[in-house]
């Protein structure tokens, strides 16, 4: 597809939009037929109500240039209150956008070649994949282009205008299913077989209230079948998804009706038709796909090795990795809960332009990663990232807490989750010496049930909840146990109810609990799995018992008032 034709769609797309604002504005086009309309085009309502909402750019596999990351800070500077929020989807979200002013934020995000379409709503949501596909030692091949061009397929595809609900697919190059293809509707892993390219495709998973975990389609699917396989799942959804009921809407609750040898019948029917049938769309040459996005980007700097200087640092052991490609590295920028100034995004756009061919990728842990830094360069980076206080050597360690944005803008939040991120980000680096070197510790946190922080898969999980105490609402945390994504994937279990405020301490508890009781060589997150959730409350119980003279249990993180379950708004977070 070449860039006029992309042009032509994000201008048709921004005038279908405008249209119909206008006609809602006019009282002539009713709520109940504007808001998914709305929804599917990257518009959400936030919390506050009004007029105030929330944009989703849509980035696919997370891949964003350094000129589309000026554009957006530019955006978040002039239409919202200049910062940005990363997801764990790989999009970027700008909150505070008036609604009056979203058809311009449109058109100026078209200028860089990006869309809101299909970023919400019930849609083919963002295709995701790992943030080091293409560079990591460990992948079958780079996913990159099959994910692209699984994206650019089901785009505005007349098979996904109206799904029962949202749909999510993911890629992953390796068992370590850093993609997290275990969670996803479709979740694809690289597979080779003898020389020839494919993928193993697991269908079904998705976390929120009833998490389910992706099951076995196909061992091996021809990469030539890919787009196929994908528009015949996305069929059977359609065709046999819950469409009165949206707590069950979603594709695994269709696995859960049916098994997988039910959905494996519809599904070979639904393939054979896509083959065999009409074409709603064409096919996708995904030669062309490979050539475009499998290759060294070009202006990448000879490679030297990392000096000696650098290799020795906290940074470089946490936030830099060296790539399959002699020479080159991937630099991890530290996005701390995934807020990032328009400031600092500007800046670290002009970085990625300078050391990393002009080409930054968002993280489902909620960061940036910069790859193809020749070594030599390090010491240049790391003193770029520490300036935008980017720096920070944190990447995959329990400092790097994921978070949904919580009770700050989503109506549907219990609890404000980011401000219980960042008290335990700041009670860990007061006590930093207790929460270095704890291998394969991470904790992700939710406002809610929902699981947009996707608690379900981290070794120690959080989501908003709240209890009554003497008659009055206390913010609390249910705590999950022994999450995992990979080769031994694992929902989380639940353990206990804590006082929100009460949570740093049970960290710290779990972390000592750990320290005492691992065996040799065993990380965190295989301890978690061991370990029975009935010794894990033991550890915590006393925490749970909330005293009525302890005003500070009573208000949330960042509030000064009395917590209130009466303050939630309308939500569509998970809409």
């Known amino acids: ?10 201008l048709e797309d921004i005038e279908a939009f405008e249209s119909a604002l206008r006609k809602f504005q006019a009282g002539e086009l009713p709520e109940n037929e504007w808001r998914p309309f709305r929804l599917v085009r990257g518009i959400y309502g936030q919390r506050q109500g009004g007029t105030f909402q929330m944009v989703r750019v849509k980035i696919p ?12 800070a530019g955006l978040s500077r002039d239409f919202s209150r200049g910062y940005c929020h990363l997801t764990t989807r790989q999009d970027i979200q700008i909150h505070w956008v008036d609604l009056a002013r979203v058809t311009a934020f449109m058109r100026r995000l078209a200028e860089a070649g990006m ?5 919400c709503g019930n849609a083919v949501r963002n295709v995701a994949a790992e943030v080091l596909a293409g560079v990591s030692p460990q992948e079958a091949f780079d996913v990159t282009p099959y994910a692209h061009a699984v994206s650019d397929f089901l785009m505005r595809h007349p098979r996904t205008q109206g799904l029962p609900r949202k749909f999510k697919i993911a890629f992953s190059g390796s068992d370590d299913d850093a993609g997290q293809a275990a969670i996803n509707d479709i979740g694809c892993i690289a597979r080779l077989r003898g020389g020839e390219r494919g993928f193993e495709v697991r269908v079904g998973g998705g976390l929120g209230t009833q998490p389910h975990p992706a099951l076995l389609l196909h061992e091996f699917l021809p990469a030539d079948r890919l787009c196929a396989s994908a528009e015949a799942i996305v069929r059977v959804f359609d065709r046999t998804g819950e469409r009165k009921d949206r707590r069950r809407a979603r594709l695994k609750y269709v696995m859960m009706r049916i098994g997988i040898d039910g959905f494996r019948e519809e599904y070979e029917r639904e393939l054979k038709d896509v083959l065999e049938g009409e074409r709603g769309k064409p096919f996708p040459d995904l030669d062309a796909y490979v050539e475009r996005y499998a290759r060294t980007p070009t202006g990448v700097r000879a490679p030297s090795e990392a000096p000696a200087a650098a290799a020795d640092s906290e940074w470089f052991r946490a936030n830099v990795q060296a790539q399959k490609q002699p020479g080159y590295y991937a630099v991890t920028a530290w996005v701390r809960m995934g807020d990032i100034t328009s400031d600092r995004l500007e800046a670290l756009a002009g970085v990625a332009r300078r050391f990393a061919a002009g080409e930054a990728r968002i993280s489902n842990e909620q960061n940036f990663v910069l790859r193809w830094v020749a070594g030599q360069d390090l010491p240049a980076v790391q003193r770029e990232l520490e300036a935008l206080d980017l720096a920070a050597p944190n990447s995959g360690s329990v400092f790097d807490v994921t978070s949904c944005p919580g009770t700050t803008t989503c109506g549907l939040g219990v609890t404000n989750s980011k401000g219980l991120g960042h008290a335990l980000v700041d009670f860990m680096n007061r ?4 929460f270095t070197s704890i291998p394969d510790l991470r904790i992700k946190i939710s406002g809610c049930p929902n699981s947009c922080g996707q608690h379900h898969i981290a070794p120690i999980g959080l989501y908003g909840c709240a209890r009554t105490v003497g008659g009055r609402a206390v913010p609390h945390a249910l705590l999950l146990w022994g999450g995992s994504v990979g080769s031994d994937a694992q929902i989380g279990k639940i353990v206990i109810k804590l006082p929100a405020k009460r949570v740093p301490e049970a960290v710290s508890r779990l972390v000592e609990f750990w320290r005492s009781e691992h065996a040799e060589g065993e990380g965190f997150s295989a301890f978690a799995r061991r370990v029975d959730r009935v010794r894990v409350r033991a550890v915590l119980e006393d925490l749970s018992v909330v005293d009525e003279r302890d005003e500070d249990l009573f208000r949330d993180y960042g509030e000064e008032q009395a917590f209130s379950m009466g303050e939630m708004g309308p939500g569509e977070c998970a809409s």
């Open 1 to 10: 597809m070449n860039t006029a034709e992309i042009q032509s769609e994000l």
């Open 61 to 72: 596999a997370g891949i964003a240039t350094a000129d589309q990351l000026e554009m957006v």
């Open 115 to 119: 869309t809101t379409r299909e970023a």
């Open 431 to 434: 006590n930093r010496p207790r």
